[in-house]
């Protein structure tokens, strides 16, 4: 796995040369048929992480933010977002990343996520550990709301919903701190113990398999708002430390 693990780590850093360059220099800005931005900087990135991947492994699908969805048939399978954060990277603020994670049989079993304006780039394989910048990183051992910080990212869904609505109002007023960090910064902040709770309620897996791989394998626990896997059709996260995840899946669910 480590020599998979090398190529998604080089392919990443050939995007980030690529996003770099349009972050600095400017790029159009085009609107898709869900009315979100795609770029130049999407495309051209998206491509050379393709182009890598598929020359290094063959025979392993691919499922792109921009290209979509090949080789239905293989026991693997590439989850890329090249900017999950394009909102914030059209607008020239540095909240966007990178997101290579590789699925095995329906398992995620390695992450990536690279944050080029942070100069950041998180990683894990299961079974082997998280890592951020070579460092290795651990979740919080914090377990009680009290004493823990939550960051929310889109909740659009959540706020029209008076239930969820009023229990994310009633662990706002439990917590200790509640921030907005949210799209990769708020995952790698939990995954090394700076943050405790992240809720999200808008989003698709391309936007936090490699993420979940990362918490995982830093302790933490990662699941839809209700509970289920991480999988193809998750549109939710409620990410914690172990002692504190149990607590809120009750929380949200009751």
Known sequence: MQDILKVA?????????????????GVNVE?????????????????????????AFPDFGFYGEETG???????????????DGTKSFVRHYPMFSTQIALMHQGELV?????????????????????????QPIRVSDIATYDQAALSTGNIGSLAQ???????????ARQVQRTRGYGDFLHYHLLARGAIDIIVESDLNILDVA???????????????????PIGLDTRSVLAAPPALHGQLLRHFNA
């Open 31 to 55: 609107l898709k048929a869900d009315n979100t931005p795609v770029t130049q900087a999407d495309v051209e990135s998206e491509q050379a992480i393709r182009e890598m991947l598929t020359m």
């Open 110 to 134: 390695l992450g990536v996520s690279n944050a080029p304006a942070f100069e950041e780039m998180a990683w894990a394989v299961r079974g082997e550990g998280a890592f951020l910048n070579d």
């Open 161 to 171: 919903d008076p239930k969820g609505w009023s229990r994310l109002g009633e662990l």
């Open 69 to 83: 969805r090949s080789d239905h048939d293989s026991d693997y399978l590439w989850l890329v977002d090249p900017i």
């Open 9 to 25: 780590k080089e392919a990443a850093q050939a995007a980030e040369e690529i996003i770099l360059h349009y972050y600095d220099c």
């Open 210 to 228: 490699a993420l979940t791989v990362i918490v995982r394998e830093a302790g933490g626990v990662m699941t839809a708002l209700d509970g289920q």
